[in-house]
């Protein structure tokens, strides 16, 4: 076993080193030209105060660059970057930096190469983020760790593949292909962790139950208030209709906090059950409504806490631009506060839900010996 | 009525129907959360303040409520409290430490057309604003994993005073291990439910792999979820032995 678990870990700190290897030699891979930042100079500070009173400071910078693919590999360039002291959407560059850059046609008098720069190359950064998640699941949660983390993997490219038959097939509804790629993540994920046996299907009935339901009591209640009160103009990155797209994303959005009661309430009911096999049905249902007490407070609160805190920059750039505090949350946070609400709706009624699963499936079992 | 009025009382009846006593403290806790993140948000408007202090400041309260209000204030709490503690301060240094590396701070260039009357030049350290970001999205998960995994702890010890603290660690860990796919799974189907219409846009508007990976919102997405998925994974050995730590010495 100790031999096994020494291979596993050998093999993962190879797929490491050259993941990062890759990643900082795959230039040769992009179309678009990058260059590495050799050398900076800063020119010029100014101060700068809006109409709003913001004071900030703006900087310049001269930037020479070494090209790394293309036919202009290896030659030299000089770039100019602007950016400000906050970087809302700019940044001051160091030597070292890999940035997307665009060439132009005409060199300069001195003969050199100049350009403007595009964006910055990430993509070594998510990957550090990526292996330093996986080694915390790997070295903390073993054997678990493993398994979440296939089952999250499975889940993203399952997610991935119904988003592309949808792009390519606009007759197909979303809701549809979400229903379908619920009932997936939700097998996936629970049957990996929990493993093949009667709390996991109890689980899994309780957890699809729970979010249809739940997606049920969201949809009657945006179609009673004719959707007052949600903003969807503020709504990002748009290129579909936009109600279809907040239904689809209540659903998938509550579906975690939802399995985790399920699973949480299945396994201490069926554990009940299994310490005493004649328990009664009352007591399954006192204990099993006291443990869901206590934990459906903390995973509303998880939700909610996701749901808004990714608002907190454009809540900033809104106030400090001189809008109302009012006009600014119901412009902000209404979707998110709905799909916080929605999914709450969904983690409490699936308590009583996951009980009753887990005590039908006790009779059956009963029945059955 | 506004959709979320309808949807807020919907919440709360079926709180208290389930909950009873307890299901009005849950309501009122989400209540409480919500000011305590205005009130951080408003904060960070101010160019003077650093943002990651508010947001250690903002976490201690929710940490507070969610932990001694709900559970009151024992041995558990307190050990819970302070292992989240430890766990927010290594978590926010990665995070500003990669932020800042890979420049993922502020707005990416699909929103720019949306916030173009707007000025951008507001003072305010966006960087930093992005690590509280990050930090208040975890510390709900980073909360309920400690707490769960010393209840089960306390409840052992009590009952076999003799078990040694190594034994304890172990028995701590186990506990993690079991919840920790749980934990993860609710934070990254929260991500999914928010940004479903973000994956949508790289598929319609036919990005190519380099081009999402490098851009600014998918990158900065992923690191936030990936950093708070590795706080859910800190949290637990943390846990393990501060818990074991306090119970054996005593």
């Not at chain 1, 049957?191 to 009935?205: M, Q, R, S």
């Not at chain 1, 907040?246 to 299945?266: E, R």
């Not at chain 2, 101010?46 to 400041?57: E, G, M, R, S």
């Not at chain 2, 219409?197 to 998918?218: H, M, R």
């Amino acid at each position: 076993m100790l031999s096994r678990s020494i291979y596993f870990y050998v093999i993962m700190a190879f797929l490491f080193v050259v993941s990062v290897v890759f990643v900082n030699h795959n230039d040769a891979f992009y179309d678009r030209p990058i260059a590495e930042v050799t050398k900076v100079k800063q020119e010029d500070k100014t101060e700068v105060t809006d109409q709003h009173h913001n004071t900030d400071e703006l900087f310049t910078q001269q930037i020479t660059a070494k090209l790394k693919n293309g036919e202009a590999k290896g030659e030299t360039i000089h770039l100019q970057n602007e950016y400000s002291a906050s970087g809302a959407y700019d940044q001051a560059y160091q030597p070292g930096n890999d940035l997307f850059v665009s060439l132009d046609t005409d060199k300069g008098k001195n003969a050199t190469l100049t350009g403007k720069i595009i964006d910055v190359k990430r993509d070594k950064y998510v990957l550090v983020a990526a292996w330093v998640f996986v080694a915390i699941l790997l070295i903390v949660g073993k054997r678990q760790g493993l398994f979440s983390i296939i089952a999250l993997a499975i889940n993203a490219m399952i997610l991935s593949y119904a988003l592309d038959i949808y792009v390519k097939n606009s007759d197909i509804s979303l809701l549809f292909l979400c229903s379908i790629s619920v009932v997936l993540f939700t097998a996936i994920s629970l049957l990996f962790l929990h493993g093949l046996n009667e709390k996991t299907y109890a689980a899994i009935v309780a957890t699809l139950l729970g979010t249809f339901l739940s997606l049920l009591i969201a949809s009657v209640v945006i179609w009673a208030t004719s959707e007052s009160g949600l903003r969807y103009e503020e709504m990002q990155f748009l290129t579909r209709p936009y109600q279809v797209i907040f239904i689809a994303s209540l659903f998938l959005g509550s579906l975690g906090g939802v399995m985790d009661i399920a699973i949480t309430m299945t396994s201490s009911i069926f554990g009940l059950y299994e310490k005493n096999n004649a328990i009664s049905k009352k007591a399954l249902q006192t204990s099993g409504m006291e443990i869901g007490k206590d934990i459906m407070g903390t995973i509303t609160n998880i939700l909610l806490l996701v749901y808004i805190s990714g608002s907190i920059p454009m809540l900033i750039l809104y106030l400090n631009n001189g809008s109302a505090l009012t006009f600014s949350l119901t412009m902000n946070l209404s979707l998110e506060v709905a799909r916080a609400l929605a999914g709450g709706i969904g983690i409490v009624l699936s308590i009583p839900v996951s009980l009753y699963t887990s005590i039908f499936f006790i009779n059956r079992k009963r029945a059955k010996s | 009525m506004t959709v979320q009025v309808v949807l807020a009382a919907i919440l709360f009846l079926l709180m208290v129907l389930v909950g009873g006593k307890k299901g009005v403290r849950s309501f009122f806790t989400l209540f409480l959360n919500f000011l305590v993140f205005l009130i951080t948000m408003i904060l960070m408007t101010i160019p003077i303040v650093n943002p990651i202090i508010v947001a250690l400041i903002a976490c201690t309260a929710i940490c507070s409520m969610n932990l001694f209000y709900i559970n009151g204030v024992n041995m558990k709490t307190k050990t819970a409290f302070i292992s989240s503690m430890i766990t927010i301060v290594i978590l926010i240094s990665f995070i500003v430490f990669i932020t800042s590396k890979a420049k993922v701070q502020g707005f990416g260039e699909e929103v720019i057309e949306e916030i173009s009357v707007f000025s951008l030049h507001v003072g305010v350290d966006f960087v930093k604003v992005g690590a509280a970001m990050v930090i208040l999205t975890a510390i709900g998960s980073i909360t309920d994993i400690a707490i769960s995994i010393v209840s089960p702890m306390q409840e052992l010890f009590h009952h076999q005073p003799s078990t040694s603290r190594k034994e304890l660690v172990r028995f701590g860990l186990s506990i993690g291990r079991d919840v920790l796919g749980a934990d993860t799974n609710t934070l990254f189907f929260a991500f999914l439910g928010s940004y479903l219409a973000l994956i949508l846009w790289f598929k319609d508007l036919t990005y190519s792999f380099g081009e999402i990976v490098n851009s600014k919102v998918f990158s900065a997405e992923m690191i936030s979820i990936l950093s708070a998925g590795a706080g859910v994974g800190l949290i637990i050995p943390i846990t393990a032995w501060t818990a074991a730590y306090y119970l054996v010495k005593k």
